[in-house]
Each structure stands twice: as C-alpha cells, then as structure tokens.
C-alpha cells in the first residue's frame, strides 16, 4: 500500500522553512499533497489561488508532491485523498502547545490519521511566514527566507501599504 501523506497549511506565504519541511516528507512518503487551506480564520495577505501557485513554483523540482488546496476540516480531506498521516512542522518549544492541542482534536475525531511532526535545518527554525510580512513591510531585505519570486510579489503587495 502506498504511504500518502498530507501536509496542510495556510502558506501565506510559503518560505523555505515550508519547502524544507516538504523534502523531508517526500523522502519519507510514497506521495505529499500540500494542502492550502482556503478557510484561514486570519486574514491572508494572499488569496487561495496567489498561496497556491506561490507553492507550486517554489517546490516544482520535488518529486512526489502535489498542491491543492481545500476548504473544511483536514481529517476530511485526507480521507477524500486516501492519506493516513498529516504532516506538521515543529520549530520551536513555543509551537509545541498549538500543534499538540490540534493533533489530539484530530486524533479524536479521526482516530486512523496520525499527525508526524518534522523539524526543520536549524537554519530555518526561527523562520515564520508572519514574522517575513513583518519584515517587508518594514524594508527588509528576505531573499534568504523564501524563494525570489515570493520576495518579489511581497514587496509589490506590502510596500506602501499603510499597516
Ligand atoms: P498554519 O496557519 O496552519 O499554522 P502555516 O502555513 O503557518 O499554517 O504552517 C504550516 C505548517 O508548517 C505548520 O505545521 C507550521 O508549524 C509549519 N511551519 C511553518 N514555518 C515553518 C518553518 N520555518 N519550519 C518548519 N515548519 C514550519
């Protein structure tokens, strides 16, 4: 049997803490679909279609993956996807109470779909995709945080912008 897995999200946008996260999963499963959620409670600076394409690009020479996005609980769009394991990255001490609280919730109410945690290069643990919006709209320079083409379509997006 293959081992699918799902690696869900809000990649607004996606960085290279993400994308390192995904080549360590496609190492490990037989398929990872990178999972954009569509109903994100936080206001996004991208819309779904923006959050996806950024994500395609950014991870087109990794093998085994695809990106979709979905609205509703993941448990469910795993099941419609015949995946058994959520992927979740853990930087920090400081994300380990959230992504606890969110994998037992998960597991109650999906009791065959395991949450895997994965950590990224050290290089990229402090890394998160609000702090690097932050950054921008404050004129910093974070072409070593996510690809070019994100740091292009985020300083179109934010500067000027009055926050
Ligand atoms: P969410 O809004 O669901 O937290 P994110 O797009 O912020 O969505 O993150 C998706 C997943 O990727 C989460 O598990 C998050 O902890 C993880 N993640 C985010 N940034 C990094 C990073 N720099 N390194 C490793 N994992 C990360």
């Known amino acids: 049997m293959s081992r699918r897995a799902i690696y869900p999200g809000s990649f607004d946008p996606v960085t290279y803490g993400h994308v390192d996260v995904i080549k360590r ?3 490990i499963f037989d398929g990872v679909i990178i999972a ?10 991208f819309d779904t279609e923006e959050r996806l ?6 991870t087109a020479r990794v093998p085994n993956v695809r990106v ?20 979740r990255g853990l930087r920090m001490v400081s994300d380990f109470e959230y992504e606890f609280q969110m994998a037992l919730t998960n597991r109650r109410l999906a ?5 895997v945690f994965l950590m990224p290069s050290e290089g990229y643990s402090f890394l998160s995709s609000t702090l690097i919006k932050e950054a921008v709209s404050l004129g910093a320079d974070v072409s070593s945080f996510v690809p070019a083409f994100v740091a292009r379509r985020l300083k179109e997006r934010l500067r000027g912008k009055k926050k």
Do not use: C, P
């Open 53 to 58: 394409a950024m994500l395609k690009k950014a």
């Open 36 to 45: 954009v959620a569509r109903n994100i409670q936080k206001s996004s600076l």
């Open 111 to 115: 009791e065959d779909i395991e949450t």
């Open 25 to 27: 999963a496609a190492r």
């Open 68 to 87: 979709e996005a979905f609205d509703g609980l993941v448990i469910d769009f795993a099941r419609r996807n015949k995946a058994r394991v959520l992927i």
